[in-house]
Nanobody, 121 residues
Framework: AQLKESGGGLMQAGESLTLSCEAA????????MAWYRQAPGKSRELVAR???????EVADSVKGRFTIARENAENKVHLQMNNLKPEDTGVYYC????????????????WGPGTQITVSS
C-alpha cells in the first residue's frame, strides 16, 4: 500500500493541527492505522493507533491533547493535535497493516513517507 500524509508544518506552542493520511489504491480496510513520530536523535515512537473495530490508543505523552480518528471505508486516518508543545516536534509517519498496527513495516505493514511538524515555543 502507498500511504500519504498531509498537514505538517511550522507551528507555535498552543496551536492545533490536523494530520491526515490516505492509502492510495483499492485496498481492503486495514485492521489498524496508526501515527508514529520520530524526534531528532530519537527512535520512532507510537503516537496513536486505531483499529477497524473502533479501539483507539494514544501515547501517554499526548493523551488529552491528540485524538485519532479513522474513516474505515476510505482507508483514511486523521490525527487531531491540540495544544502543541515543542516536544511534539518531529517527523510524523502514518502506518497501516492488517495486524495490530505495531509498526513492524514491510512486509507486515506500510509506512508513509512522513511529514515534518516543528513546534516553536
Amino acid at each position: 500500500a502507498q500511504l500519504k500524509e498531509s498537514g505538517g508544518g511550522l507551528m507555535q506552542a498552543g496551536e492545533s493541527l490536523t494530520l491526515s493520511c490516505e492509502a492510495a489504491g483499492n485496498w481492503t480496510s486495514f485492521n489498524a492505522m496508526a501515527w508514529y513520530r520520530q524526534a531528532p536523535g530519537k527512535s520512532r515512537e507510537l503516537v496513536a493507533r486505531a483499529t477497524i473495530w473502533g479501539r483507539t490508543e494514544v501515547a501517554d505523552s499526548v493523551k488529552g491533547r491528540f485524538t485519532i480518528a479513522r474513516e474505515n471505508a476510505e482507508n483514511k486516518v486523521h490525527l487531531q493535535m491540540n495544544n502543541l508543545k515543542p516536544e511534539d516536534t518531529g517527523v510524523y509517519y502514518c502506518y497501516a497493516d492488517y495486524g495490530a498496527g505495531l509498526g513492524r513495516g514491510p512486509p507486515y505493514g506500510a509506512w508513509g513517507p512522513g511529514t515534518q511538524i516543528t513546534v516553536s515555543s
